[in-house]
């Protein structure tokens, strides 16, 4: 993947030349997330979960899937821009969490996720 | 931030560890991005506007918002994963298509964004 | 059904009685719904569709289910007493419109609904 | 308001008539509830706080509001009648649980709702 350094600097160009950070505090911008993921899910919602890996990659819902997803990345990281989080730090520490939070023996082939 | 690439391999290997991908359809994804947004949005849903950038820098909160953000992320990349798609081209390639939507000088200071 | 005005009005007495409403502009309720939504979402990402039926009839899902859809519930109740809204009326009103924008003939068994 | 029984007599006909059941799993009904709320919160998402209840009464906003609450209630009282729950039932077994949870003394005019 890209740099995702050069897409905030290429997001933050996009807001500045807009004067749009005047709307950009951070519960607006996790209005912006919520509905983008809205928008996300719609795309699935009369889709059978077993035919929901095809239907991701035939032409055009595919191009709309990823219309969405880039949707709520960029609502994400203008987030995580303006309140100055490192997104991969982020994750990358909630990963760890995880990891603790569901032992491999406790939680392995389960959906219902034992803590 | 850190690289993305190395962010996603740690995901795949703590779903392969747990057995997790059976659950993993990209409607079941697409499902849990909204429902962590849904989190993400709860963190702010009683701040006040021009209180939301200092609640996102306090302590507590502040942790709170990092976790959700970081499951959000966490959601975004493993539908990206599954579904064979490039998060930050995805992000480029809509932030094109926004750059020609919404014109500089038509959309400047405006929150209502005409196209 | 229970009447819905009583509802409402045990809504705005249990807002009142903790002074709640200073809380409670339309903007906030509206991220209430959202966040309320994602948690109702969150009682099926992992369950199958053709597993859902019988989920949501059993003891232990179905009692988070059903708190889940109550909060929804609420949270709409509660944004449609402030800004005046008749939900009954609008839900009317919708359903009407969707009549004719989905004709049987073009809609019937399919799931793409073309308008 | 109107009776909540007539409504949904009248939404299971128009799903009868356009054969629409058969997507219409508890599941797919979550997401659907989950995709109106984004668009629900999406009215609100560049309105300020303090500026969002004219702004709910504003003809064109107000109209589009309407239609948004409109559609998580349908998508909710599609839910309920799919599952056999009693919205109004649920709402006020919920109300009783908060008021339970939710003490005056301690939770007066607090938004961070101390239980």
Redesign the interface.
């Given at each position: 993947?890209?740099?995702?350094?050069s897409?905030?600097a290429?997001?933050r160009q996009?807001v500045a030349?807009?004067?749009?950070s005047?709307?950009h505090?951070?519960?607006?911008l996790?209005?912006?997330?919520?509905?983008?993921?809205?928008?996300?899910?719609?795309?699935?919602?009369?889709?059978?979960?077993?035919e929901?890996?095809a239907?991701?990659?035939a032409r055009e819902p595919?191009a709309r899937?990823?219309?969405e997803?880039?949707?709520?990345?960029?609502a994400?990281?203008l987030?995580?821009d303006?309140?100055?989080?490192?997104?991969?730090?982020?994750?990358?520490?909630?990963?760890a969490?995880?990891?603790a939070r569901?032992p491999?023996e406790k939680?392995?082939?389960r959906?219902?996720?034992p803590t």
């Open positions: 993947m890209r740099d995702l350094d897409i905030v290429a997001l996009f030349e807009r004067d749009w005047q709307f505090d951070p519960k607006n996790a209005m912006l997330v919520a509905s983008e993921a809205g928008e996300l899910v719609a795309e699935y919602r009369w889709v059978r979960g077993d929901a890996d239907h991701s990659r595919r899937i990823a219309a997803v880039a949707d709520v990345g960029i994400l990281l987030l995580c303006r309140i100055g989080l490192d997104l991969t730090e982020a994750i990358a520490d909630k990963l969490k995880n990891t569901y491999v939680s392995r082939g959906a219902d996720r």
